[in-house]
Nanobody
Framework: LQLVESGGGSVQTGGSLTLSCAAS????????IGWFRQAPGKEQEAVSCISKTVGAIYYADSVKGRFTTSRDNAKGTVNLEMNSLKPEDTAVYFC?????????????????WGQGIQVTVSS
C-alpha cells in the first residue's frame, strides 16, 4: 500500500492547514490511519489516529482541541485538520496505515507509510 500526503506548507502562528492522506491504488476505508510527526532533532511522535470502525481514537495532548482527524468517504482519504498552529507544530508529518483490528496509536503497528510532508509554522 503506497500512501501519499498532501496539503503541507508554511503558515504563520495561528494559521491552519489540512493534510490529506491517500493511497495510490485503493481507498483507506479498511485501514486504521495514523498521523505522526518528526521535528528536527526530536523523536517521532504520534499526533492522531483514526480507527476504521470507531473514528478518532487518539490525539496527542499537545494537539487536542486544535487538530481533528476525519475520513472523507467520498474520496477515500483521511484528513488531519490543523488549526491554531504553533511554531512547535513544525515537523515532517507522516500518515501510516494499519490493516488489522487493533486500536493502538503506536508507530510499530503501522505497516505502510507515506514519505512525509513538511509543515512549517513561523512566529
Amino acid at each position: 500500500l503506497q500512501l501519499v500526503e498532501s496539503g503541507g506548507g508554511s503558515v504563520q502562528t495561528g494559521g491552519s492547514l489540512t493534510l490529506s492522506c491517500a493511497a495510490s491504488t485503493r481507498t483507506l476505508e479498511h485501514f486504521n490511519i495514523g498521523w505522526f510527526r518528526q521535528a528536527p532533532g526530536k523523536e517521532q511522535e504520534a499526533v492522531s489516529c483514526i480507527s476504521k470502525t470507531v473514528g478518532a481514537i487518539y490525539y496527542a495532548d499537545s494537539v487536542k482541541g486544535r487538530f481533528t482527524t476525519s475520513r472523507d468517504n467520498a474520496k477515500g482519504t483521511v484528513n488531519l485538520e490543523m488549526n491554531s498552529l504553533k511554531p512547535e507544530d513544525t515537523a515532517v508529518y507522516f500518515c501510516a496505515a494499519d490493516p488489522t483490528n487493533r486500536r493502538v496509536c503506536r508507530s510499530d503497528v503501522f505497516t505502510s507509510w507515506g514519505q512525509g510532508i513538511q509543515v512549517t509554522v513561523s512566529s
